[in-house]
């Protein structure tokens, strides 16, 4: 079995089953997710960077024709936030799909995600992560990722 952990180019190359994979990996984030359409999707996917990790091979090593470009198992989102001291970047959407965890697919949406980071010179990234995402926590740590002392306020329209 075979992954690729690349950057997705845009909503006009999403195929009808990457649509249906992001439904279900969003789910997967917060089972109270809705179900959002294409354009929706699409809209979405053209305001941020989508790093996503698609399965590209069976177990046997055969390449996955559909859909093109294999399987979507895991992604993460880097959007570009401006402030006065600078850019930063912002982490959210991170998952790998239950049946493809603890192979390292997380880990290589991370790098993939620092690389970008780093590659647009953003000063910081900062992200979430809930206290019971046990594993999630793990990760960031272990990519240097430290714990800021700071009240996080959401207002939902
Ligand atoms: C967090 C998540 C993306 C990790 O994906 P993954 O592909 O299983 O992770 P990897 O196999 O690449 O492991 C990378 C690191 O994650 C951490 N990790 C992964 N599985 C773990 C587990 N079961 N227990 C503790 N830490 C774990 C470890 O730091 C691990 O590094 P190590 O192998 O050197 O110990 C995945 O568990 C997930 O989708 N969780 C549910 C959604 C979620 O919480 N998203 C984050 C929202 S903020």
Redesign the pocket.
Known sequence: MAYLHAVHPGSRVLADEDIDRINFLLK??NADTPQYSREHIGTMVDSTILVLTRQISDDDGKPLIQPPGGVIV?MATLSRLPTLRGIKGYVED???DPA??????????MQTVMQLARFYGYKRVD????TH????N??Y??FGFVQHDTNVYRYTF
Do not use: I
């Open positions: 997967v984030l895991g991170m998952v790998v493809h965890r603890g192979r390292g697919l997380g880990r290589g949406l992200l979430t992560s809930g995402r046990v594993e999630a793990k990760l740590q272990a």
